[in-house]
Nanobody, 123 residues
């Protein structure tokens, strides 16, 4: 198993930036493809970005492409989400997740989740 803990959320004005971190412990972090998801109040959890376990490839949802950057440091057992040009519609709880086998985009394909970190973007 792998345990995940997110941090770095907070309140930011529109146009600002935040960097989220997700620290992993337990099984070898480099075995896992990692994803970021978010869930706004009253909405379903949705895919944001993912990264290959080797950091060799990444994929983004259309609504964050060009603004967010996912990265990882396997030596530090951490995955990051750099969020730039934030918009009020980016307000949500952000979750990281781990998948051993594929670079997935569906919630149901991830077996391990963190507890989430709140991001609030004011207009």
């Amino acid at each position: 198993q792998v345990q995940l803990v997110e941090s770095g959320g907070g309140l930011v004005q529109a146009g600002g930036s935040l960097r989220l971190s997700c620290a992993a412990s337990g099984r070898t972090f480099s075995y896992y493809h990692m994803g970021w998801f978010r869930q706004a109040p009253g909405k379903e959890r949705e895919f944001v970005a993912n990264i290959h376990r080797s950091a060799g490839s990444t994929y983004y949802s259309d609504f964050v492409k060009g603004r967010f950057i996912i990265s990882r440091d396997n030596a530090k057992n951490t995955v990051y989400l750099q969020m730039n040009s934030l918009k009020p519609e980016d307000t949500a709880v952000y979750y990281c997740a781990a998948n051993r086998f594929i670079m997935a985009m569906k919630v149901s394909e991830y077996g391990y989740w963190g507890q989430g970190t709140q991001v609030t973007v004011s207009s």
